[in-house]
Antibody, heavy 120, light 107 residues
Framework: QVQLQESGPGLMKPSQTLSLTCTVSGGSISSGGYYWSWIRQPAGKGLEWIGRIFPNGNINYNPSLKSRVTISLDTSKNQFSLNLTSVDASDTAVYYC????????????WGQGTLVTVSS | EIVMTQSPATLSVSPGERATLSCRASQSVSRNLAWYQQKPGQAPRLLIYGASNRATGFPARFSGSGAGTEFTLTISSLQSEDFAVYYCQQYNNWPETFGQGTKVEIK
């Protein structure tokens, strides 16, 4: 079965660029007709969808973050990545990667999540 | 974007009792509605999709209903492992949006 695992820095300073990677195992990221998404959750709060990528290069971003977000795919490593520029304290959250259905955009499965703290 | 509103914020229920959670959309999402279960320190887990289809691994005591703007998640007889936070999510309109969650706690 497909499993996802996020990796990246736990602590960052304001204005830096956040870079996270999601490694997919148990299946190929470029087959099956799925999108691959990033979602975040500030502590004690709800969930915010950040953006998604399809193996053909199609990408969607949440308009609320679009100016700062870049999502990319590395099929040779079976990974996809998130870059978020100019972070501040409001970007402190647990970041999840998830498989995203083609046409029906529910999320299943999810990675375990990685906490990113932005602090000076 | 579509705003999803869940109620109540917290639901106190005794084991064995029925729990009813509500999710309202600010405009129609047809039946393009999912529910997730999240336990402390864990990622959300898909519970329901298409408003009423139960995901793999969840027992029949979980059921979803509704269409348009009003949706319900029912847990018919709460077990200890069901105490968690439940989120609804619409995927009818981009960007996909989540509700703020309902915490089901032990009474």
């Amino acid at each position: 079965q497909v499993q996802l695992q996020e990796s990246g820095p736990g602590l960052m300073k304001p204005s830096q660029t956040l870079s996270l990677t999601c490694t997919v195992s148990g299946g190929s990221i470029s087959s099956g007709g799925y999108y691959w998404s990033w979602i975040r959750q500030p502590a004690g709060k709800g969930l915010e969808w950040i953006g998604r990528i399809f193996p053909n290069g199609n990408i969607n971003y949440n308009p609320s973050l679009k100016s700062r977000v870049t999502i990319s795919l590395d099929t040779s490593k079976n990974q996809f990545s998130l870059n978020l520029t100019s972070v501040d304290a409001s970007d402190t959250a647990v970041y999840y990667c998830a498989r995203d259905g083609f046409g029906d955009h529910w999320f299943d499965p999810w990675g375990q999540g990685t906490l990113v703290t932005v602090s000076s | 974007e579509i705003v999803m509103t869940q109620s109540p914020a917290t639901l106190s229920v005794s084991p064995g009792e029925r729990a009813t959670l509500s999710c309202r959309a600010s405009q129609s999402v047809s039946r393009n509605l999912a529910w997730y279960q999240q336990k402390p320190g864990q990622a959300p887990r898909l519970l329901i999709y298409g408003a009423s289809n139960r995901a793999t691994g969840f027992p029949a005591r979980f059921s979803g209903s509704g269409a348009g703007t009003e949706f319900t998640l029912t847990i018919s007889s709460l077990q200890s492992e069901d105490f968690a936070v439940y989120y609804c999510q619409q995927y009818n309109n981009w960007p996909e949006t989540f509700g703020q969650g309902t915490k089901v706690e032990i009474k």
